[in-house]
């Protein structure tokens, strides 16, 4: 079965704390995509990843890192710097960077105690 | 920038035909796109189009382009519950490697 996985489907976060959302494909996809979405509003992207070893800023990576040291895992770190992390988290790839239809992984939702 | 607008709500009748609004910004934007959202999941990937096409069916689903006035939408045929969710329109952004989303429709379907 090939797809996106993202684990785990809920995560809880304590003031200062780092947490990592993992997000995993079998697609045999060269780029990668992390976007938050809040409530109401459509998705922004955090960070974006066209082949390993590479990625880049998306329109809010402030407070977020990435890695991508193999083809198939993106994971996501949200940092004790990123003040208002309580959102709904989604991981997408494309065969290629640019002009490819993204497939989107289930989504972490992270909540902070 | 480039930006992306939808209506929030949309409310029909089972078996009645939707047809979910969508303007954008980027001219430059060489595929659309439709996603459906289900409570707590992720986005599926309904449908695109090509900026050269006006229309585009699939099934129950038909998406008509308006280049012109930068008009997108979305018909979903017969409409059914298993239907309600909410639809997000996507155009790609001047800059490459990036989809600029609308807010996103939620469609509630209605006995």
């Known amino acids: 079965d090939g797809g996106i996985t993202q684990s785990p489907k809920y995560l809880f976060r304590k003031e200062g704390q780092n947490v990592t959302l993992s997000c995993e494909q079998n697609l045999n996809h060269d780029a990668m995509y992390w976007y938050r979405q809040d409530p109401g509003q459509g998705l922004r992207l955090i960070y974006y990843?066209?082949?390993?070893?590479?990625?880049q800023k998306g329109d809010i990576a402030e407070g977020y890192s990435v890695s991508r040291e193999k083809k198939e895992s993106f994971p996501l770190t949200v940092t004790s710097a990123q003040k208002n992390p309580t959102a709904f988290y989604l991981c997408a790839s494309s065969r290629e960077g640019g002009r490819e239809t993204q497939y989107f992984g289930p989504g972490t939702r992270l909540l902070v105690l | 920038g480039e930006d992306v607008e939808q209506s929030l709500f949309l409310s029909v009748r089972e078996g009645d035909s939707s047809v979910i609004n969508c303007t954008y910004t980027d001219s430059s934007s060489t595929y659309l796109y439709w996603y459906k959202q289900e409570p707590g999941a992720g986005l599926q990937l309904l449908t695109y189009i090509f900026s050269n096409m006006d229309m585009k069916q699939d099934q129950r689903l038909t998406v008509l382009l308006n280049k012109k006035d930068k008009h997108l939408s979305l018909r979903i045929a017969d409409t059914q519950t298993g239907d309600s969710a909410i639809y997000f329109c996507a155009s790609e952004a001047r800059g490459y490697n990036k989809l600029i989303f609308g807010a996103g429709t939620r469609l509630a379907v209605h006995p």
């Open positions: 990843s066209q082949i390993v070893n590479d990625f």
